[in-house]
């Protein structure tokens, strides 16, 4: 019998995962399975729980459960256990349940790799202090940026969230209006304000000459943050359809051991994919 893997959020009709992971199998030669599983919203655990019990080896999770998923594992990677969230469930030899986060992994594997773009000694804003930003931050630090601005409406949460992650590399929180006369090399939405079309109100001058702004969110036309950078002249204006075969790339390896090839299954879904979704 093949083995058996799945994600789970709520909504998960849209989800490209089981897509993407049937793509990686059909390529690395491995036998297994990959479905959808709509998560109850009062007993995430129990449907985890029963899944694994099922003979079930790997859970990829997304919205809304990524903290629910922190609070289970039994043990959690350091990306995992910094982000306080986690979206790649594994069941161990001795049944414990280890949490992993390949958000930040996929985000920069992205912009660094199929994009070409150099993190290093780049000021980089992220817009959002909410659990997408949350699973970003430590790896776009540990690319060596210059500097990272997390910036949020709500300016207290972005401070809060900085300060995390201070310890590890120059970053700082602060609120949407104290983005007034700064200059990004990189902007990323991180915020959920896409899927009501909207943008973060943030300055026009905040993207540099040359700058490039990428929406982790993703979609067959170009999303409404994608359209403010290039009405903004940013250099490049990408979504995250890239990032979401990235980390589902990361999560293949760390359940089956080996790494697919991630371009033609960028290549294959551009085009097709269900706006507003991350996972």
Known sequence: MPDRYAVIGNPISHSKSPQIHAEFALQTCQSLEYSRLLGDLTNFNGDVRQFFANAGRGLNVTVPFKAQAWALADERS?????????????????????GDNTDGVGLVRDLSRNHGFELRGAQVLLLGAGGAARGVIQPLLEASVAQLVVANRTAVKAVELAAQFAPIGAVRGCGLEALAGRQFDLIINATSAGLTDAVPAIPAECLTAGGWIYDMLYSDQCTAFQRWGQTHGAARALDGLGMLVEQAAESFWLWRGVRPDTAPIITQLRGTAAAGSRG
């Open 78 to 98: 350091p990306q995992a256990e910094l982000a306080g969230a986690v979206n790649t469930l594994t069941q161990l030899p001795n049944g414990r349940l280890r």
